[in-house]
């Protein structure tokens, strides 16, 4: 999908798919997105919510920016009804605080992660 500077690069729902389910194992979302600084609208979300639940795939989804919103609303794709058990939230301390240099980010989700043989 090409994304277009004049909708603000935002995704348009009907145009997200997955081309090859059977060799996903994950959806990876920028959300705030860099560098194009699009936050993803709710439909956006719940498009990708549903493709996860329908071929069980977990979303890790990098909200390194959500306190960099200056217009529209962030929504974390794991706030959406049910999603908690299938998203990984993925956070940096370099931006939110200016810590760059300390390498610190965490991961935040289920115990038991989707897919992941090494976490249970
Ligand atoms: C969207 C996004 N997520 C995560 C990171 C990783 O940040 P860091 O490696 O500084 O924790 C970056 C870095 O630029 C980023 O742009």
């Given amino acids: 999908m090409q994304l277009k500077q004049e909708n603000g690069f935002q995704l348009v729902p009907e145009e997200i798919e997955i081309k090859e389910p059977k060799r ?14 699009a936050v993803y609208s709710k439909k ?5 919510a549903g493709l996860a639940i329908e071929n069980d795939l977990l979303i890790l989804s990098d909200e390194a920016y959500e306190k960099f919103v200056y217009k ?7 706030s959406l009804n049910g999603m908690q058990d299938y998203v990984l939230t993925l956070h940096s301390f370099s931006k939110t605080y200016g810590m760059a240099g300390f390498r610190v980010g965490y991961a935040a989700g289920p115990k038991k ?3 992941c043989p090494f976490v249970s």
């Fill in 44 to 48: 956006v979300l719940e498009k990708i």
């Fill in 24 to 37: 996903t194992r994950a959806i990876i979302i920028d959300n705030p997105a860099n560098p194009t600084g």
């Fill in 72 to 78: 529209g609303k962030h929504i974390s794709i794991s």
């Fill in 113 to 115: 992660v989707r897919g």
